[in-house]
């Protein structure tokens, strides 16, 4: 049985590491350090005839301290060096791939949330006993919603076979996910367990 966790948002600090990246494309680099800095800043100079210093550059790198936020005339030189008219045009088509990614994940959300609850009716008629008999070790529920609301990028639930670890994770979805549903609605989750193929391929694809 298999629990995956996925999430999906985009900020302001987001769209400057998106363009971040647009930059070390643009520039031939798949890593940067200081010394690159000051190539950029004559890079993006004789693309774009404006001048960004090299400071500025490290500092959008985070080489050099950043003490206020960067002047428009930087993101709007930053953007037309990869590309785009100004730094407006770079968020809009950013918050545009967002929005069409935002539907696939409402798409994928919808169809996950069918296999999940397949999944649970599946474990629920296969438990040796009644379901609401099985223990919920709620004494974990800390712990895992520890792990949801943290910036951490897995956890495992490792015991023996016949330890009751199947159980635990329907316990777990019901609580978090489907019982109640407040910050974790960002959160896409599917819940897999051992289901017949032509099953699966109908609560996927209809």
Known sequence: MTLALLSSTMNTNELISQLRKFV???SGLRNIDPAHCKTISEYIFKETKNYISETTVKRFFGFAQVTHKFS???LNSLSQY???IDWESFCKGK??????EDDVWSDLRIRCRAITEASLVEKK?????PFDS???RSFLYADFDYFLKNNY???AISAQPGQGK???????IEHFFLAIMHFIQKILFCLLIQIQSLKLYKMIYH
Do not use: E, M, R, W
């Open 134 to 136: 099985t223990a919920n």
């Open 153 to 155: 990028q897995f956890t």
């Open 125 to 129: 008629n296969s438990s040796g006993i």
């Open 24 to 26: 070390l494309i643009k």
């Open 82 to 84: 990869v590309g785009y």
């Open 166 to 172: 199947s159980i635990l994770l329907a316990h777990l």
């Open 72 to 74: 428009l005339f930087t």
């Open 95 to 100: 918050k545009v791939q967002t929005q069409d």
